[in-house]
């Protein structure tokens, strides 16, 4: 899924979209990706409260800090709640603007 602008409303509306309910939910093993353009790199910095542009081209955020910065992210499926699960979200940066998150959830 690929957006012009990183806004937190539809980043979260498109992640929400993104969960469906698969067996290796339940060991929070699932896989989810979110990709985007966003041209300016100071915007993306900006959105993620890293003071500046981003300096890196892969990045691991722990989930607290991507869902402070993000918003709160889950979603219902079969009678339960899915969240983002592990230690941390994958972020990868591209100089063209391209981004990447991705991580795993489960119930």
């Keep these: 899924m690929t957006v012009g602008f990183p806004d937190h409303s539809h980043l979260s509306t498109c992640y929400k979209r993104t969960l469906q309910w698969k067996l290796s939910c339940k060991a929070g093993t699932a896989k989810w990706s979110y990709d985007g353009v966003c ?56 100089d063209s603007g391209e981004f990447k998150f991705s991580g795993t959830y489960g119930a």
Excluded: Q
Aim: charged content about 20%.
């Design 39 to 94: 041209a300016d790199p100071v915007v993306f910095g900006t959105m993620l409260g890293l003071g500046g542009p981003p300096t890196w081209k892969m990045h691991k955020m722990p989930i607290d800090d991507f869902e402070t910065r993000i918003g709160h992210l889950d979603a219902s499926a079969r009678y339960s709640h899915l969240y983002l699960k592990g230690p941390h979200v994958n972020i990868r940066w591209s």
